[in-house]
């Protein structure tokens, strides 16, 4: 299970209230778990990076561990304690976005 | 009996006001999205309770939301605007190339007829158009792919498409306006276009009379006389009386010329209103007087509507999309402004009120008169 966390204003897209819990299939990565996100949350789509999987958008971050991630290539595994549950992945509008 | 239901767009959230055909007591309801800037929320004249709104932010961009029970839910749609093709360049302020780069979407307009069929002018200007209820967009690239594109500027607020007129008398018709391109027409539902510029004059420009360039805030148009067209543009108020094939200037008496609304009167389409603007600098009332103009004559000859406007210390401004009419007898007007007042007159702008004093600045402001 995979926790992530979503900024406010795409909880409030998503509706939900809190933290998100994902099954994701076979390697956690950052691209398998926006895959899996925006399968659960289609308004999701296009709002954290571009459609079909394209790059980050320029004002999200990408965190966990207290690691910025932003910058990693999408197809690297994520940190274990992300892939076991034990810590969140974040996803964070930068504080210039909005 | 017949009400009205008026949709406006703000800095942080979509916010819909109800009132019956007296106009006298309101329910506001929102803010819908919020924190959200909502730059324009429509309604299809086919369905009433069928309403697109334009949803983005820095953060995470667009969003389209559709309702389908006149805006008491709603259902984000499709978002995923391409351009057509390789978009190319225009031209940055300072008149290097730039690369086409979508932003956001200024303005939806739904089809005259069709509930499911609306068009979206967006940043950087260009023409969508979705035929399911907004879940996909294509785009009508004959606009943005017309000659002229490479040399269009952004105007201060953007590249935007922020005017899109769908003629009812004559199926294919259809205007558009874009800051600072100018206008143009379609006469095969958006395939190709044409400028439609001819008597426009902008000084600023190196040929102030070019054929683009023009910093044009809106067009308006009475259904009822589609060839006569409405233009407030940076400076001056301009009138058409051939579809756009040739403009001459109706700013009369206007105090100053400058503004980004211009309406038309429900019933009559010789009656106009405009929000003067003291300039391109100052962008609040002259004199800090909140004052409407209207012209009963088709311009030239304008009145101050005063009355229940502030008439000291008002610095806000009237955005283009923010100014609207019902289509009840007596015709009601209304406005937001950048204050986050919503002012309504249930009497063609004679006397005003305000329907909300606090909101976040108002970007747009439309009105559905319901049975």
Redesign the interface.
Known sequence: MIRVVLPAHLRTLARVGGEVELDVAGQVTQRSVLDALEARYPALAGTIRDHDGGPRRAFIRFFACEQDLSHQPPDTPLPEAVASGAEPYLIVGAMAGG | MSGVRVLVGTRKGAFVLSSDGRRARWDVSGPH????EVYHVKGSPADPDRLYASQS???????IQRSDDGGVTWE?VG??F?YDGVPGTHQWYDGTPHPWEFARVWHLEPSLEDPDTVYAGVEDAGLFRSTDGGRQWQELPGLRGHKSGPSWQPGAGGMCLHTIILDPARPGRMFAAISSAGAFRSDDAGQTWQPINHGLHSEGLPDPDAEVGHCVHRLAMHPSRPSVLYMQKHWDVMRSDDAGESWHEVSGNLPTDFGFPIEVHAHEPDTIYVVPITSDAEHFPPEGKLRVYRSRTGGHEWEALTSGLPQEHCYVNVLRDAMTVDTLDSCGVYFGTTGGQVYASADAGDSWAPIVRDLPAVLSVEAQTLP
């Open positions: 999205f919020a924190g959200w932010n820095g953060w995470s961009g667009q969003v984000p978002n995923k391409a």
